[in-house]
Nanobody, 125 residues
Framework: QVQLVESGGGLVQAGGSLRLSCAAS????????MGWFRQAPGKEREFVAA????????YYAESVKGRFTISRDNDKNTVYLEMNGLKPEDTAVYYC??????????????????WGQGTQVTVSS
């Protein structure tokens, strides 16, 4: 069992920054994939970024490449999403998730097994 709790969302102006945190508890393994997704009203849940708990390459959606950074602090069992240069189109509920599979990093929400409750990010113009 893995429990995930997101925090750090809020209201920011365009061009601003936020850092989201995802605190993980329960049983975890180094090969688990930690992902961030977002969902805006009326839209499909969208892949944002992912990284293996053990580190290595990070993966990003093209829409956030160069602006967002995913990282993790193993000592704190926490995964972060640093968001810079925020745009109104980044407005969404952001979720962290865990994929237990040992395969390639997936961009599809249905591949992920555990989800946090989400945190709202709103970017005003």
């Amino acid at each position: 069992q893995v429990q995930l709790v997101e925090s750090g969302g809020g209201l920011v102006q365009a061009g601003g920054s936020l850092r989201l945190s995802c605190a993980a508890s329960g049983r975890t393994f180094s090969n688990y994939i930690m992902g961030w997704f977002r969902q805006a009203p009326g839209k499909e849940r969208e892949f944002v970024a992912a990284i293996r708990w053990s580190g290595g390459n990070a993966y990003y959606a093209e829409s956030v490449k160069g602006r967002f950074t995913i990282s993790r602090d193993n000592d704190k069992n926490t995964v972060y999403l640093e968001m810079n240069g925020l745009k109104p189109e980044d407005t969404a509920v952001y979720y962290c998730a865990v994929d237990r599979t040992a395969g390639p990093v997936s961009q599809y929400a249905y591949e992920y097994d555990y989800w946090g409750q989400g945190t709202q990010v709103t970017v005003s113009s």
